[in-house]
């Protein structure tokens, strides 16, 4: 057996400096038994001739997503770690969770006694949460794991060691996983981490085995989706990729960022989920920049909505509608639509975030408040319509006649009146007076006169409007009129299941108000339970925007085709990619992409039907 203090002289020698970063180690005895050693430090050691300090976590937050540790695990250094594994005892365990629970529930009936609702409401989803834990290891569905993680960092001399070590440090920053490094212990951390595996410090922490399975970000073939439409082929078995994108079992949130370079296959993805969900009964709504999703639509029996100066149909983007709330009922949001309404203005106006800009908008804000209250519309849900009359001609009692609501031309008229004497306003009048119906850029200045009917999906197709200053705020008017005419309408119904399907919206991104109108939106559709759909061919353009990235992290699917160089590398930061995944998207072939969920990832080769391809590729012949 061999014995590591037998094979080891601790002197302090001054160690020689070397040029190369990572020195490999070729004599595996020089792991077991450096020729030197120097313990004497409380913050390192040196082994030999590498300087080396050594952590160990110490805590972990109450969720863990797939690929947790992507951190320690790409982190570019010459690093080694090991994890410790051992089972609770069953009965153990669920003692502990029996106590535990035992507990809650006498607080809670003490909060009851006492009329008191503090921390009740955390108190119950926790006790929800331990039962349901109990539940399944007790009928073996689940267990509860000890986990120790060592980690070693090394380098060439003390000052690199040092930088390496806040380097790794930061990256675990600012959250309850405490990596504490191993101070007055870095000689058992370093037996603990080597081949020989001698351990002689404990750092034990619990945690199940789903969160055991989501430390590292290793991509595995499996993938856990048993409904829904077929995307692919499993890269790795060649197996059926199903895709049940409202199943909260997978997902937290049914939101969905699409990426990737032209060419790769990304247009035909977002099809395949449209054209596989709305049979389903999945409503989808497609804002269409540059045409490509027409005959998909239409195919599907849904209606195609083409937005010009030389189109019929007419969007209002100040229409506003009753709403649901949970607390209070019925509700008309006038402060939430105001807002919406200063920040389409400030796009049209193509204001800053600078100070002066601001004071332009808070202008903009009183104006749309004048316009609204001319038309005697407040919060009151009862102000939308005109009150009832009894109508001699037919000999009717005529209610719920619904009132007009202001145009853009209305709050141009506002501004105008407020803007009289002020000389830093008078730019912002010429360039609003362009959205007027007078203007040459006014064709939303009108009332709404399109109405959605019981299509099961629909387009709004904006190619005409390809090379227009009217595009984002084209884009913008769809999201408004989808949230007031469908979605909050859709509240009060049955709940049933929708998407909006933003193409190519980097559009948006020109401007930081319009940008923002996006993340606002998307984060709407979200808590009402909808699946907002982002896809963009520059993903670049999102990763450099503060809200762009929102709008992709906040989504808990993310389906990545092959990037440009300088893209792959930051939705490897973003994303938390493993090397596989990154070399497989380096591949750089058309319709092979990465599905990302927190707790799988899959890698998937898109497949289409002789049906899809006709559909997906007519320039092809289908």
């Keep these: 057996m061999l014995n590591l203090k037998t094979k080891v002289k601790f002197t302090r020698s001054v160690k020689k400096e070397k040029d190369d970063e990572y020195r490999p180690i070729h004599d595996f005895i020089e792991v077991l038994a450096p020729n030197s050693a120097d313990l004497s430090p409380a913050t390192y050691i040196q082994v030999g001739e590498r300087y080396i300090q050594s952590f160990f976590v110490d805590g972990w937050p109450s969720e863990i997503d797939f690929g947790y540790l992507h951190p320690l695990v790409s982190f570019p250094g010459d690093i080694d770690f090991i994890q410790y594994i051992a089972p609770v005892d069953k009965d153990k365990i669920l003692s502990w969770l029996t106590n535990r629970i035992e507990g809650i529930e006498s607080k809670l009936i003490d909060r009851a006694k006492q009329a008191s609702s503090r921390g009740v409401l955390s108190k119950q989803e926790e006790l929800a949460m331990l039962q349901q834990l109990r539940s399944d290891i007790d009928n073996n569905r689940d267990r509860i794991i000890y986990f120790d993680n060592f980690i070693i960092l090394a380098a060439n001399n003390q000052e690199e060691l040092e930088k390496k070590a806040d380097r790794l440090m930061s990256k675990f920053g600012g959250t309850k996983d405490c990596l504490k490094p191993a101070d007055h212990e870095h000689d058992l951390m370093f037996k603990a981490v080597s081949p020989l595996a001698i351990k002689r410090k404990e750092a034990w922490k619990e945690m199940n ?206 501004f105008c009146s407020l803007a009289e004497g002020i000389n830093e306003l008078q730019g912002t009048v010429l360039t609003l007076e362009r959205f007027t119906d007078k203007g040459t850029l006014g064709i939303f200045d009108c009332q709404t006169n399109v109405e959605l009917g019981k299509a099961p999906c629909a387009g709004f197709g904006l190619r005409d409007l390809h090379n227009s200053e009217l595009l984002p705020i084209a884009n913008i008017v769809v999201l408004s009129y989808l949230e007031n005419r469908f979605l909050k309408k859709r509240d009060l119904d049955d709940g049933s299941l929708f998407r909006v399907d933003a193409d190519e919206c980097q559009e948006l991104f020109k401007n930081l108000y319009s940008a923002k109108a996006l993340e606002t939106y998307f984060r709407r559709f979200r808590k009402r339970k909808g699946g907002p759909i982002a896809s963009t061919q520059n993903f670049q353009k999102f990763y450099e925007n503060e809200h762009g990235r929102a709008v992709i992290q906040n989504s808990d699917t993310k389906i990545i085709f092959a990037q440009h160089e300088g893209d792959l590398q930051r939705c490897a930061e973003l994303f938390k990619l493993t090397e596989g995944e990154l070399e497989f998207l380096g591949m750089g072939l058309a319709h092979h992409a990465i599905i990302k969920q927190p707790k799988y990832s899959v890698r998937v080769v898109t497949q289409f039907s002789p049906w899809e391809q006709e559909i997906f590729f007519p320039e092809h012949g289908g």
Aim: proline content about 5%.
């Design 209 to 414: 085995l789903a969160a055991g399975t989501n430390l590292y970000p290793f991509t595995v073939s499996d993938w856990p989706h048993e409904d829904g439409p077929i995307l692919g082929l499993n890269y790795d078995v060649g197996s059926p990729v199903l895709f049940d994108g409202f199943n909260k079992e997978h997902v937290n949130n049914f939101g969905i960022s699409l990426i990737g370079v032209s060419g790769t296959g990304k247009t035909a993805m977002l099809q395949k989920i449209i054209a596989g969900e709305v049979p389903y009964g999945v409503y989808h709504a497609v804002i269409d920049q540059e045409g490509d999703l027409k005959k998909t639509i239409e195919t599907l029996g849904g209606v195609y909505l083409p937005i010009s100066r030389y189109s019929d149909l007419r969007f209002n983007p100040a229409d506003i509608e009753v709403e649901h709330h949970k607390e209070r009922g019925l509700i008309v949001d006038l402060q939430g639509k105001i807002e919406d309404m200063v920040n389409l203005s400030a796009v049209m106006a193509g204001l800053t975030d600078s100070a002066d800009h601001k004071v332009i908008a808070a202008y903009m804000d009183r104006a749309w408040r004048k316009a609204y209250e001319k038309c005697e519309i407040t919060e009151d849900p009862r102000s939308l319509y005109h009150d009832a009359y009894f109508d001699p001609q037919n000999g009717q009692f005529v209610t719920k006649r619904k009132k007009k609501p202001p145009q853009f031309g209305d709050f141009y008229h506002e």
